[in-house]
Each structure stands twice: as C-alpha cells, then as structure tokens.
T-cell receptor
Framework: DTGVSQDPRHKITKRGQNVTFRCDPISEHNRLYWYRQTLGQGPEFLTY????????KSRLLSDRFSAERPKGSFSTLEIQRTEQGDSAMYLC??????????FGPGTRLLVL | RKEVEQDPGPFNVPEGATVAFNCTYSNSASQSFFWYRQDCRKEPKLLMS???SGNEDGRFTAQLNRASQYISLLIRDSKLSDSATYLC?????????????FGAGTRLFVKA
C-alpha cells in the first residue's frame, strides 16, 4: 500500500500521560500536514511541513503539542500531559508540490 | 464568525435527485478551494478542486464566486453511494506558508 499510513490507529491513555503518533507520507511528497477532528466537525489544521521545515502552526497547537519531521520523510506528533479535551481523531495528510492532500486513516485518541 | 461555514444538513434526497450545497468563507485573500468527501469513520478524500470559471466532473459541478465569497457543489442524478459528508475546504496564506481550513461538513443521505 503506497498511501499515507499512521500509527497507531487507536490509542487509549490516562490524563497526564504523553503520547506520540507517527505519520508516513506518500513517498516523495514533500508537504505533510497534521489535523485534529472531533465528532461532527471538519478537520482542524494543526501544522504543516515542507520537507523538514515546519512552516505553519495553528494557534490550536498549544505548547503541549509538538511536531517534527526530522529527515523530511515521516513525521511525529507528540502531546504532553494529555487532557480529556485532546480526545479526537488525529489525521495526517501529504501532498506533492500542488495542493491535493492525501489523508491517512487517522489515529483515534481517547484520554480517560 | 467561522472561517468556513456550511449548512450541516442533513440533506435527505431520493435517488436521482439533484442536490446543491453552499459554503461561505470569511478571508477574501483565500487562494484555492476544494470539495472533499468523507465517509463515516473514514478519512477525507478529494472530490474536486473549485475554479473561478466553474468546473464539472461527471455528475458533479463546482462553482466559485469570489466577490460573494461562496463556493457551491451541485450533484445531479444522486446515487446511494453519494451518501457521505461533503467538506468545503479553503487554503489561506499563513505566516510561513499556507494553512488549510475545513468547513464542518454537510451530511447527505440518498435514499432508494
């Protein structure tokens, strides 16, 4: 499968724990995006990388959230000191130069 | 005011009907526009880009009115398989690159 992959697909954690999600984009896509989606809402933009450079961050990305793309390929999204309000689907997308974004299946996070 | 607004629906239509969705956006400097489709518990997938001149792809027609800052999607001859949530998407220029803003989506149910 050459699509965008995300790992894990599901994560249950206790409030206050740290979690890290991984996204592997489509090979040779230089742009990578992270979104958060809650029930009944559209995806909310979190951040965007072009190669290894993080070019844009939403105000939603508080200081508990950090994203990296160290080699311009896969990316990680870490949430520190999770809160119940962080429960959501975390979506990753990638695109080549151009604007069509291809989404991964998402990581569903539940914070107890 | 939300950056991208859509009627959440749901729209319940019979097979063969024509249905239209509208979307408004608040940032007049928005650069590009799309419709995505999202099936229940799945990731969003690009349906079509939206151009100022209007564009058509089979049964689907998209229109953009920059002066009024709205985007439309028309679906003709609805099929059962068209049942999904339709997301209006706008790319805005950000501080370092651009950011992608999704509407909350319009739900469509096509009935036999």
């Amino acid at each position: 499968d050459t699509g965008v992959s995300q790992d894990p697909r599901h994560k249950i954690t206790k409030r206050g724990q740290n979690v890290t999600f991984r996204c592997d984009p489509i090979s040779e896509h230089n742009r990578l995006y992270w979104y958060r989606q809650t029930l009944g809402q559209g995806p909310e933009f979190l951040t965007y990388f072009q190669n290894e450079a993080q070019l844009e961050k939403s105000r939603l990305l508080s200081d508990r959230f950090s994203a990296e793309r160290p080699k311009g390929s896969f990316s990680t999204l870490e949430i520190q000191r999770t809160e119940q309000g962080d429960s959501a689907m975390y979506l990753c997308a990638s695109s080549p130069f151009g604007e069509t974004q291809y989404f991964g299946p998402g990581t569903r996070l539940l914070v107890l | 005011r939300k950056e991208v607004e859509q009627d959440p629906g749901p729209f319940n239509v019979p097979e063969g009907a024509t249905v239209a969705f509208n979307c408004t956006y608040s940032n007049s400097a928005s650069q590009s526009f799309f419709w995505y489709r999202q099936d229940c518990r799945k990731e969003p997938k690009l349906l079509m880009s939206v151009y100022s001149s209007g564009n058509e792809d089979g049964r689907f027609t998209a229109q953009l009115n920059r002066a009024s800052q709205y985007i439309s999607l028309l679906i003709r001859d609805s099929k059962l398989s068209d049942s999904a949530t339709y997301l209006c998407v706008v790319n805005e220029e950000g501080t370092g690159g651009f950011k992608t803003i999704f509407g909350a989506g319009t739900r469509l149910f096509v009935k036999a």
